[in-house]
């Protein structure tokens, strides 16, 4: 077995070793961990150093939090904000957590080793007026055919309304498009190839020599869309925050008081599909009895100011003005 190998099988064992363990506890594992290396003399070689490093850093944080009893991570303690939430869903060590950095208000510990992140991390990604939830799962191990799939992982997943594979486009892509696909069929969260949620790529490391051509591999490879990013690019960022907005599948709708400027601070943020009668039940039920028309600037309509009915279908960012029968809506109340 080279080296390197020796390396990544250490990792997986370390992994493994401190994946349920907190507290006094976890600190007891990483120092025993940090003797074998010594007493092996594994740390005549650098990346064994670094992990030495890593693991004080991780053994100093656990040691700040209260005293806990050994237990599973429940990842339903994340709870979930703003209008949706995003699972980033891959191998280790594929970028991630530097991804969660890049787009997101969280400070994700990153390392050049696998499993760095070792429990879901959650950050607030905004985009225009919204805010939405992305949450850094740990990375998948795949040295071995029956690898146990963590339950973590899985659990977060289902409690998101879209999952997203993070593909490193200087590693093997099939077999990491592979893995992830086996996964998710594994799980349940895609049966016969179809899946109720919505499933998309985000290829990490577009600004590496070769992946350019290994980005063509992979659009060869899936008919999911494929997000290329570089995280040095800051209109890339800004266009994969768009793309993710729209895989949760929801639009904003603002409301204008007749004679006033629209209400652009707190859209109405609804699925797709969302029609005029819709939006004036949530803004007063008693409105639908006094509905005449309403007036609509944005896509979905012909002109600026156009009348509609009821069943007018709304785009992202269009404006809605009510006009009511016996007296007109002087006011909008703002959107939750």
């Known amino acids: 077995m080279s080296r390197h190998n020796k390396l990544r099988f250490f990792m997986y064992k370390v992994a493994n070793k401190l994946r349920y363990l907190e507290g006094e506890e976890f600190a007891v ?29 991780q053994k100093q944080k656990a040691l700040e939090k209260p005293k806990t009893k050994a237990r599973q991570y429940d990842p339903f303690e994340i709870p979930k904000s703003g209008i949706g939430r995003i699972a980033l869903f891959g191998l280790s060590n594929v970028g991630k957590s530097t991804l969660m950095n890049a787009i997101t208000n969280t400070d994700v510990g ?7 992140t070792t429990i879901g991390q959650a950050g607030a990604c905004e985009y225009e007026d919204v805010t939405f939830q992305i949450v850094d799962l740990p990375g998948f191990l795949d040295f071995k055919e029956d690898w146990a799939l963590s ?13 997203v594979l993070v593909i490193d486009l200087t590693m093997d892509i099939e077999r990491q498009l592979f893995f992830l696909t086996e996964q998710l069929t594994n799980a349940k969260l895609m049966v016969d190839g179809e899946s109720s949620y919505k499933i998309a790529i985000i290829a990490t490391k577009g600004d590496l020599p070769g992946s350019k051509e290994a980005y063509q591999e992979l659009l060869e490879k899936t008919n999911w869309e494929v997000f290329p990013t570089a995280y040095n690019n800051e209109k890339s960022l ?18 204008k008081p007749p004679g006033e400027k629209p209400n652009l601070e707190k859209p ?3 699925p797709e599909g969302v029609t005029v009668k819709d939006i004036t039940e949530k803004i007063h039920t008693s ?22 009915g009821l069943e007018q279908i709304l ?8 006009v009511l029968s016996q007296k007109q809506l002087k006011s909008c109340p703002k959107a939750n």
């Open 151 to 163: 339950k973590q992982i899985v659990r977060v997943a289902r409690t998101s309304e879209a999952i």
């Open 268 to 270: 109405f943020v609804t």
């Open 29 to 57: 594992e990483i120092d025993a961990i940090i003797e074998e290396i010594q007493r092996k003399k594994l740390d005549t070689w650098g990346a064994y150093k670094q992990l030495i490093v890593r693991l004080e850093w």
């Open 110 to 116: 990153i390392g050049n080793f696998l499993n760095t």
């Open 287 to 308: 409105f639908l009895q006094r509905f005449r028309y309403a007036r609509i600037w944005g896509s979905s309509c012909d002109f600026e100011g156009q009348q509609v």
């Open 238 to 255: 800004e266009q994969l925050k768009k793309q993710l907005f729209e895989m949760l599948g929801v639009i904003r709708v603002y409301t």
């Open 315 to 322: 785009h992202d960012k269009d404006i809605i003005e009510l």
